[in-house]
């Protein structure tokens, strides 16, 4: 199988890219990681006239501490976040997920960023967005935005930003303290895009009330979805298995999965609510973002 043709640019800095990207029309692609888009040229299911490659632009394979959290650059490899110390310490649930990305050869290519605009309702990153919070900013030739992660992913593959636009860098903030996480996913084999998943971070006061929760679903609906009704059930309460089935349960009123060779609708509705019990459990019992992250008591 070969890509069809098209128009090679090599980008040396993001506002480069996004000059290229004004100048070469509307049928452009960026190329950073190419794990996906590789793919999809050489199966013809993408046919774009230009490639913009940014995969050696200085802003390549950095992780920063700032106050509040860690901002990663977006053209930062997934491998290069899973071994950061930092990230590890400070946001153990963005660890858990990215270890479960493919595998690490594809790890050691893919960047976060890509995988983020790539917008794949069925990939762990644009849920660790959304369950983050995170703050996407976002580069053009004349200008600089910051998009809420929640206003980020449209429909199937497609997000917000412009044609003429590029991430720059995404920021996580980290989780208040006495915060737990869960995450919890089901693939057909180890490194396969997830069936289905669910991912949770609930923060607990001294007394073990519940104070703020935040639980992401994907992989069961065209983008990615925060199940905030879900959230609005724990908050208040203390842990209890009937609060976490009741809470799980309640996500149906968000997941919209559509069935193919791999599974049913039914299977995968199913099996997200099972997930989010499981996310939710693990959440209220590790109580802390610097618990380390195989240190599990639940679930393993």
Not at 60 to 74: D, H, S
Request: net charge negative.
């Amino acid at each position: 199988m070969k890509p069809p043709v098209f128009e090679y640019h090599r980008a040396d800095s993001l506002a480069h890219a996004c000059e290229l990207l004004t100048s070469c029309g509307d049928d452009v692609k960026i190329l950073a990681g190419g794990q996906t888009l590789i793919p999809m040229l050489n199966f013809r299911l993408a046919r774009p006239k230009v490639l913009v490659d940014i995969s050696n632009v200085p802003e390549r394979n950095r992780v920063t501490e700032e106050a509040g959290g860690i901002r990663v650059f977006a053209t930062t490899v997934q491998r290069f976040v899973e071994k950061s110390a930092a990230v590890q310490r400070r946001l153990p649930l963005l660890y858990e997920a990215i270890q479960h990305i493919a595998h690490f050869q594809i790890r050691n290519k893919g960047t976060i960023g890509g995988s983020i605009v790539n917008a794949d309702p069925a990939s762990e990153l644009p849920a660790m967005a959304l369950v983050f919070d995170a703050e996407l900013e976002v580069m053009s030739s004349g200008d600089t935005r910051v998009i809420p992660a929640a206003e980020l992913f449209i429909t199937y593959m497609t997000t917000s930003l412009g044609p003429d636009e590029v991430l720059s860098s995404i920021f996580f903030p980290e989780p208040p303290a006495n915060t737990g996480w869960g995450f919890h996913e089901v693939a057909r084999r180890s490194g396969d895009y997830a069936l289905a998943g669910s991912t949770a971070l609930v923060t607990l006061d001294a007394t073990g009330v519940c104070t703020q929760a935040r639980v992401a679903l994907f992989g069961v609906a065209p983008t990615p979805v925060r199940a905030t009704e879900a959230e609005d059930l724990l908050v208040g309460n203390r842990y209890s298995a009937e609060l976490a089935r009741e809470a799980a349960h309640v996500i149906h009123d968000v997941v919209d999965p559509e069935s193919d060779i791999h599974c049913t609708k039914e299977y995968r509705r199913s099996v997200v609510e099972a997930l989010t019990v499981r996310a939710i459990d693990d959440a209220f019992n590790r109580r802390s973002p610097h618990r380390a992250p195989s240190d599990r008591p639940l679930h393993a």
